[in-house]
């Protein structure tokens, strides 16, 4: 359980200005975080921070930084230097669908820099600060398709799988320093990247709300290193695990074309 005095009394989350990242800080808010909010868009970011303050007697710092940035973590990491920084939520990211040779490759380098690079660059920056602390929390967030390749997502799924690799690894190497690492993988989650693509969330089945998804991860922190917030996909790809890779991989080209 993500609680202010293991876990506070300052938390950064990625991604904060809409979907699951937006989620998570209402969350925290509602839990007695003060909060630093992460995103590219500093006027919908701002009034998140505002609303949250309003709502919950907390302090919301919007901070806008581009996760495309190659030096984004640094600049995250000096902003917030006298911040009591506890706990990490990398949330921030987005997908490519489609045919891999068919996107743009501009857009390719930007989804590997938000979901991969900020990643890697924002747990190297933050460990230490929690070290010092002897406690802390990090999660981050991957997908369910960081489990498999899944064709027609492929750029997508193989990032997401360097951020569910990365998550489980640094579970290992920082519990004996007290800090608790969880990556959560989501399945199909009602946020604005659904409408982004084309699809109705109400028309889809197995479609989970951005705060049942973020309490989730917030509730089981500490019962890493991998969580899949949703019943429905954990045994969807329980299944494709099990079978040959060869055909699970041609099963789910035929489902997901």
């Known amino acids: 359980m993500t609680d202010r005095q293991r876990h506070g009394p300052v938390a950064l989350v990625t991604g904060a200005s809409s979907g699951i990242g937006q989620a998570f800080a209402a969350d925290l808010a509602a839990r007695g975080f003060d909060l630093v909010l992460v995103a590219r868009d500093a006027d919908r ?31 995250i990491a000096a902003a917030t230097a006298q911040e009591d920084i506890e706990l990490v939520v990398s949330n921030a990211g987005f997908s490519l669908k489609g045919d891999h040779a068919a996107i743009d490759p501009v857009e390719l380098s930007a989804m590997l820099m938000v979901n991969s690079h900020a990643p890697l660059q924002l747990t190297r920056a933050f460990i230490p600060r929690l070290r010092a602390r002897g406690r802390g929390g990090m999660i981050l967030t991957s997908s369910v ?3 498999i390749g899944c064709p027609w997502s492929a750029a997508y ?11 489980e690894a640094l579970w290992a190497e920082l519990r004996q320093d007290g800090i608790d690492v969880l990556t959560l993988c989501p399945g199909a989650t009602d946020t604005p990247a659904l409408a982004r693509m084309g699809l109705d969330a109400a028309r889809m089945p197995h479609v989970m709300p951005p705060a049942a998804v973020a309490a989730m991860a917030l509730d089981r922190i500490a019962e890493g290193p991998t969580l899949i917030s949703s019943e429905h996909y954990r045994a969807t790809f329980d299944r494709l695990l099990a079978m040959p890779r060869d055909q699970a991989l041609l099963a789910l080209a035929a489902r997901m074309r």
């Open 157 to 167: 799924s193989a990032s997401k799988a360097l951020v569910r690799a990365l998550g």
């Open 45 to 75: 970011l701002g009034a998140v921070a505002v609303d949250l303050a309003a709502r919950h007697g907390v302090r919301a710092v919007p901070l806008a930084v581009d996760l495309v940035r190659p030096d984004a973590a640094d600049v």
């Open 145 to 147: 398709e960081a489990l």
